[in-house]
């Protein structure tokens, strides 16, 4: 089962994600490898749930994140990556 590279965890700032990708170099923490099914993206995607993952352009590596969920367009501020989810009206 694919699990989030840290279940709880809170990235303040572009150090914060430098020290978790630093980690996941160092084997200190797992990346993910494959997209999530739908059972495990119902478990884990959640406030404070990391996922980090080496981009590829074979088939078995992740290009983009994909999660079921609509988010906003991705944006560049500072050194981050701003998204967000779109609330669904019914």
Do not use: C
């Not at 923490?29 to 996922?51: D, H, K």
């Amino acid at each position: 089962m694919q699990r989030p590279t840290h279940n709880r965890l809170h990235v303040r700032d572009a150090r914060d994600a430098h020290t978790i990708f630093e980690a996941v170099r160092q084997g200190l923490l797992q990346p993910v490898t494959r997209r999530l099914n739908e059972v495990e993206r119902s478990m884990y995607i959640n406030s404070g749930a990391i996922f980090v993952w080496e981009e590829s352009d074979d088939d078995l590596g992740l290009k983009r994140w994909t999660d079921g969920r609509v988010w906003s367009q991705s944006r560049m501020r500072e050194v981050r990556w701003i998204t967000g989810t779109i609330a669904q009206s019914r």
